[in-house]
């Protein structure tokens, strides 16, 4: 059964319909950066981008590259997500924003991800979004939901990545936290907030401690402008 914690998930509740007609420029402009049509991404740029930075963050980049198109040749879209949540979570280090630049908040492109080495919990969504994209998963199955977190016996801000293999599915989730993929009905721990991606934002049940709407998807165009200049 679907737990009706996340049924929001589902379909925009009418208070959402006043965040989205704020947003909407922002959602236009997220659309237009990361849409159905720009899922290809060009290679020579990545590498030139990759290179710029260092001899390792280009092996690291080849690597990634060589995961999607591998992610890309499986037949199940279930297994594309092993594929690409398990690269992530195997590679990265977690850590805060404030130890890798510096600063409270920053969502980094996959490339930074990578020559970093280490991130956040939106550093690991947004690559596994962007991944997944490039590797056939339609946009609207795809979504970036932050929640509340129960973890090591305290209540924190998280962002997980869900998944739809239909409109009106129990997402899967993908996460940091907990690497195993999972129905959202078995993730007690998580309550949603509010979630989004190219198409939209969607609000939900709970205070929205983890983060303002309108600053987040302003990091989110600010993302996907730097993502477009490296050639994703």
């Known amino acids: 059964m679907r737990p009706p914690h996340f049924s929001f998930l589902l379909h925009p509740l009418d208070r959402a319909r006043r965040v989205l007609g704020v947003l909407a420029c922002l959602a236009a402009l997220g659309t237009t950066l990361w849409s159905e049509g720009a899922r290809a991404w060009d290679r020579d740029k990545l590498e030139e981008s990759a290179a710029a930075r260092s001899p390792r963050t280009l092996v690291e980049m080849r690597a990634m590259l060589q995961m999607v198109q591998r992610a890309a040749a499986v037949p199940e879209e279930r297994q594309r997500l092993t ?44 690559a596994k979004y962007m991944s997944l994209l490039a590797a056939g998963v339609p946009q609207a199955r795809l979504r970036m939901v932050y929640v509340r977190a129960q973890f090591q016996g305290r209540s924190q801000a998280h962002m997980v990545l869900a998944y739809y293999p239909q409109p009106d599915a129990e997402p899967l989730i993908l996460d940091n936290i907990n690497p195993e993929i999972r129905a959202a009905s078995q993730r007690g721990d998580l309550t949603p907030v509010f979630s989004f991606n190219g198409e939209g934002l969607w609000t939900g049940v709970g205070a929205t401690t983890a983060g303002n709407p309108l600053v987040r998807l302003s990091l989110w165009r600010d993302l996907l402008a730097r993502a477009k200049e490296e050639g994703f």
């Open 83 to 126: 594929v690409i949540n398990n690269f992530f979570n195997q590679r990265i280090a977690f850590r805060d924003d404030t130890e890798v630049w510096g600063v409270i908040d920053y969502w980094a492109t996959p490339l930074e991800l990578l020559d970093k080495g280490r991130g956040d919990c939106e550093d690991y969504a947004i």
